[in-house]
Structures are given as C-alpha cells and as structure tokens.
C-alpha cells in the first residue's frame, strides 16, 4: 500500500500500529508519520529484511536517524506513508518525511571533537618535520 496524498492520510493509534509485525504487513513510524512498507520493500531493504521486522510496529525514528540515511532514501520513504501517529501535532497530516540528516548541534559537536583531534596531530606533524630539518643541518 503506497500513500497517494496527504488527503488519504488518517490518525493511527499505537495499538493498530503495533498490529503490523510480518514481512508482509509492516508498517513502522517516524517523525510522527505512519509507514506501510510492502514485501517487496521489506525484502530489498539495503540493511535487510530483519532490521525492518526489529522495528515493525513501532516508532522507528531514532533508529533511521542513527543510520543517516541519504535524501533519496528520504524522497523514497515519502511514497509510503499512510497516516500519522495519534496525538501527532498538526503538521503530521500533511508533512513530507523529514529531509535534514543531523540536527545542527550534533553537526557542530561533530566538527569540534574532529578539530580536537586534528588540531594535534598537524602540530605533531609539524613538528617532526621541524625536527628532522634540525637534524639533517647537524
């Protein structure tokens, strides 16, 4: 079953989601949107058929996020929502899977704890070139 517009989406509960847990009925939420991914889907999925059945019938965001999926993963996941969870904000009923891969914070994080090492081993580098012109003059 393939979304075909935001029209056609309706309120889930986390009872009925939890419903779907087979190979050929698995539905999965993320960002407050409800996703029915079809076998074929299911079997083709790049990480495998068991990464999705771990996460069948539940809330599966913190999982997609940690895997940083691409944006045509992204564009992909679009074509296969349903709905959206109960008690969703608004938007939910007509947002489009979410395209930002890493929240700004944790790119930042992720640079300064790169320059925290990078910084040193440049220095360290420079500094055994500084040595070994020292030593080749003596």
């Known amino acids: 079953m393939a979304a075909s517009s935001t029209s056609s989406r309706r309120a889930i509960s986390k009872t009925e989601l939890a419903k779907h847990t087979s ?30 059945l ?26 296969y929502i349903i709905g959206y969870m109960e008690n969703a904000p608004e938007e939910a009923k007509t947002k489009m899977m979410v395209r930002t891969k890493l929240p700004a914070s944790t790119t930042e994080s992720s640079q300064s704890s790169s ?18 012109f020292v030593l080749k003059k003596q």
């Open 23 to 52: 190979e050929s009925d698995c539905w999965l939420s993320m960002h407050d949107l409800v996703f029915a991914l079809n076998q074929d889907f299911v079997e083709e999925h790049p990480g495998g058929p068991e990464v999705l």
């Open 54 to 79: 771990a996460l069948a019938g539940k809330d599966a965001t913190a999982d997609f996020e940690d895997i940083h999926h691409s944006s045509s993963a992204r564009d992909w996941a679009d074509k």
């Open 115 to 132: 320059c925290s090492i990078l910084v040193p081993a440049v220095l360290l580098a420079v500094g055994a070139v500084a040595a070994m």
